[in-house]
């Protein structure tokens, strides 16, 4: 539905975005996800026909955005980092000139903007003057505006920025919802909300993707180790020593002590459940064993790593 | 079509839901009801005066002579006027972001400049209307000459047309409404002071420096003659402003 081919954009000789290449297919939902400045509203600007690339090549369901870009337009729903409205509207006639030069024809403007203000919750302020909404509904006004005439491809820069947590899950399971019949592209930078709502990340750094997968599948490949953490009531050398002593154990980091109890982080090779070794070396040493965990990788520890390891 | 309307009818509500609209009526016909009444005043003390120093009173075209006086003062007032009308109409949806909007919907910059022309073009008949007001003493008290009149709106029409256009290609330059009006401003009242300049002159520079200023253009309309060079002239200058304008937009896509 969606491929970006090799595309660059310059800025006055600044680099916004760097080669990047990805595919998206339909009723997929992609997750764009990056530190401020990485690159995501400049490619997303480009998808939506707003600005051209300097290099490469983009297609929206098989249309050339520079080439095609009126076609473009007329299959996408975007929602840029701001949301553009106009203060002095009222939520409702604003919403039908956006279904008006969307093209929506007279009979069906009126079912589709109701149909956006129901699923967005804007009914009850579907007459109030969108300057004297608060952040929260202005951004879902902005969400609705992406929504009208139903377009099979969304672009969503940051569409839960501003948002309370009620209205951030409702925001997103109307997301979900949009997935079966729509193709998602939606920028960042909650981690959880891409693991979330999205089937694939791309992670873009400095203008280029640093990674691309599953959510799962970044967490799996980032994982170099598996990592234990435990809390032993001993004495902290010997219970390093004795724990490093345990075959398969690559580092002991103790961290935190509390009333003579120190929290150690044990870092083993990779596939090798050492849980049990380690709770039976602690119980035959006589010292008290208080907790014992996996400690899987957060989709967040692979963000910073990836992004740091620039 | 429907993009071209729809552009419009937000642009005409956006007029009048702020206060743009009625302050920029309320001064326009504050300032000419104001320089008419001085006009007409000024012509009764003539005749008096004439009167008293017992000569014989000259037969004078009052509606006439008060009509032109008055098209004078309004085009100055309109030289202040249409920055006002043109400077939010693209600086502020860059503000705003909503230029983002247009541009990534089906709207062709094209179609929103057009619309957005054409709400300008609106409201100045509209002010033209509500001039009325202003002259219509004259047809209570009087059997004026209709005919100048009607020409010397569409003088005022098609100047208006082409400040307009001026003005609307500033406004795609900048984000920034003070800047826009500012520059319209400056760049109408160079036209407008052309015709001065062009009395320092002579021969063919003359002419030249003359056939720039967009008041002197004006002048045949107000005293009731319709000539089409003038009407190329105006037409002219309000394509290139468009024309302009439909570039700058275009390359707004470019620089980002």
Known sequence: MIEVEHVSKV????????????????????????????????????????????????RIAGYDVFEQSLEVRKRI????????????????????????????????????????????????????IIGRLSKGYKQRVGLAQALLNDPEVLILDEPTIGLDPKQINEVRTLIKGLAANHTVILSTHILPE???????????????????????????????????????????????????AIDGVLSVQAETSDNGATAYTVECELNRDLRRALASVVVSQGWGLLELKGVSMSLEDVFINLVTQE | MQNILAIWQREMKSYFVSPIAYVVLTVFLFLSGLFFFGNLTELVQYT????????????????????????????????????????????????????????????????????????????????????????????????????????????????????????????????????????????????????????????????????????????DFIKGVIDTSHIIYYVTFAFVGLFLAYRSLESMRWKG
């Open chain 1, 77 to 128: 729903g975007y929602l840029p980092e701001n949301p553009p409205l106009y203060p002095e509207m009222a939520v409702d006639s604003y919403l039908h000139f956006v279904a008006k030069i969307k093209g929506a024809s007279s009979n069906k403007r009126k079912n589709q903007v109701d149909e956006v203000m129901d699923r967005c919750s804007l009914g009850d302020v579907r007459k109030r």
């Open chain 1, 194 to 244: 891409v693991s979330m709502t999205c089937n694939r990340v791309v992670i873009i750094n400095k203008g280029r993707v640093v990674a691309m997968d599953t959510p799962e599948g970044l967490a799996r490949q980032m994982k170099g180790a598996e990592r234990i953490s435990l809390i032993v009531d001993g004495p902290v050398e010997e219970v390093r020593e004795k724990l490093l």
């Open chain 1, 11 to 58: 800025f006055s000789g600044r680099k916004a975005v760097d080669d990047i290449s990805f595919k998206v297919e339909k009723g997929e939902v992609l997750g764009f996800l990056g530190p401020n400045g990485a690159g995501k509203t400049t490619t997303m600007r480009i998808l939506t026909c707003y600005m051209p690339s300097t290099e490469g090549t983009a």
């Open chain 2, 48 to 219: 008096m005066t004439q009167a008293q120093m017992g000569q014989e009173i000259q037969p004078i075209d009052v509606p006439g002579y008060v009509t032109q006086a008055l098209f004078r003062t309004d085009s100055v007032i309109l030289l202040f006027i249409i920055p006002m009308l043109t400077m939010g109409l693209f600086a502020e949806e860059k503000k705003r972001g909503t230029i983002e909007l247009l541009l990534t919907t089906p709207v062709g910059n094209f179609q929103a400049m057009i619309g957005k022309y054409l709400a300008g073009l609106t409201f100045l008949v509209i002010l033209f209307l509500s001039s009325g007001i202003t002259i219509s003493p004259l047809f209570v008290y009087g059997q004026p000459d209709w005919r100048p009149i009607l020409s010397g709106y569409l003088g005022l029409f098609l100047f208006g047309a082409a400040l307009l256009a001026l003005g609307l290609f500033i406004s795609t330059l900048t984000e920034n409404q003070i800047v826009a009006v500012m520059l319209t401003f400056g760049a109408s009242l160079v036209l407008w002071l052309t015709s001065v300049f062009s009395t320092s002159t002579t021969g063919i520079a003359r002419e030249v420096v003359d056939y720039l200023s967009v008041t002197s253009h004006l002048n």
